[in-house]
């Protein structure tokens, strides 16, 4: 593993997923693109690579590193944003509607989905990155979900799929909760918590908190950051659930999925929370999460098979909406009455 580090197709791939992940973080901090993300803009232009194909050819082996190594250190890394004293003093209130938000639209979501005929494996990613935290959370649930070298490719194609899949979208639902503002008659907590509660990504939280000014923005990103809070049990408990739904159609038993990874995210928020360290350098490491990620994405897009990208999607899509419209609906609700 160490050796690849020195070998031509790391360094091919390193420097063009580095260029996509730089050139995701410019362009996402532009004007209507903030609400799309850097890590999906990366991604995008990972994909647009592949119209040079000698240059994924030479790095291939790289970029399945990157895509698979760069992904577990972005999340580690990602912990960092994550401030435990914030979370709770948001109140036991806000964590418990992140709780039921997470457990129950995974649950719903994953069986709409199965309903309208997707495959297990894209299901339970589209549901994890709509009910959790985006892209973040369908890359941080994927390592759960074991399956054998000819089925990495088609794995692959999934988690592309379900990322976008949840891009769209939640950027779709952002601009209709902006839209619907004045006439749902919230206070601005109200306002806040609603988007933090029922929008994929940090960026359509924030995008869409901020028009209510910075209270309902901070009420958002609390909102949005229990959600992510649930990352890593959430990663544990499908890992346990898939590892047995294969075992009961195999009749194979396999190891127990502890996300070791996830350990390291909950770690660098007690170190992000606990440890004496200058606003500066928490934001260095943030920053660096999003651009290891975003070069892990751009692996992804480099690797993708369009054809079964697309062949796939539509149901998908749909059911994606459809949880997406329930838990909008449940959030106005839940956000009117309690908050």
């Not at 070998?7 to 362009?27: H, I, P, R, V």
């Not at 988007?195 to 994929?200: E, F, I, N, Q």
């Not at 928490?282 to 697309?310: C, Q």
């Amino acid at each position: 593993m160490y050796l690849k580090l020195f070998e031509k197709s790391f360094l091919y791939a390193f420097l063009m997923t580095l260029f996509c992940s730089l050139s995701g973080t410019f362009l996402g901090g532009l004007p209507y693109l903030t609400v799309i993300g850097a890590l999906v803009i990366s991604l995008v232009i990972g994909m647009m690579f592949q119209m040079y194909r000698p240059a994924i050819k030479i790095a291939e082996e790289g970029i399945g590193f990157i895509s698979n190594k760069f992904l577990r250190l972005g999340i580690i890394l990602l912990g960092f944003k994550l401030n435990l004293i914030d979370l709770a003093n948001a109140g036991v209130k806000t964590i418990l509607f992140a709780v039921v938000i997470v457990s129950g639209m995974v649950v719903l979501t994953y069986n709409i989905a199965r309903k309208f005929g997707v495959s297990k494996r894209l299901a339970i990613l589209t549901a994890s990155g709509t009910s959790i935290c985006g892209a973040a959370a369908v890359m941080g649930i994927s390592p759960q979900i074991k399956v054998s070298k000819e089925e990495e490719a088609a794995k692959h194609n999934e988690e592309v799929l379900a990322v976008a899949i949840v891009a769209i979208l939640g950027t779709v639902f952002t601009l209709i909760e902006i839209g619907l503002k004045p006439m749902l008659h919230m206070t601005d907590t109200q306002f806040g918590v609603m988007a933090g509660g029922s929008l994929h990504e940090i960026a359509h939280a924030i995008a869409t908190g901020s028009a209510g000014g910075s209270v309902s923005l901070s009420a958002a990103i609390i909102t949005k950051l229990s959600r992510v809070l649930m990352l890593a049990p959430a990663a544990l408990v499908i890992g346990i659930w898939y590892q047995h739904q294969d075992k009961t159609a195999t009749g194979e038993k396999g190891k127990l999925p502890i996300p070791w990874f996830m350990a390291g995210f909950l770690l660098a928020s007690v170190i992000g929370t606990f440890v004496p360290m200058s606003s500066a350098v928490l934001n260095l490491l943030v920053k660096l999460a999003y651009l290891v990620l975003g070069m892990a994405m751009a692996a992804l897009g480099m690797s993708v098979n369009f054809k079964a990208f697309l062949s796939s999607g539509r149901n998908a899509v749909l059911a994606a909406l459809s949880a997406s419209v329930i838990l909008l609906t449940f959030t106005i609700i839940v956000s009117k009455a309690f908050f």
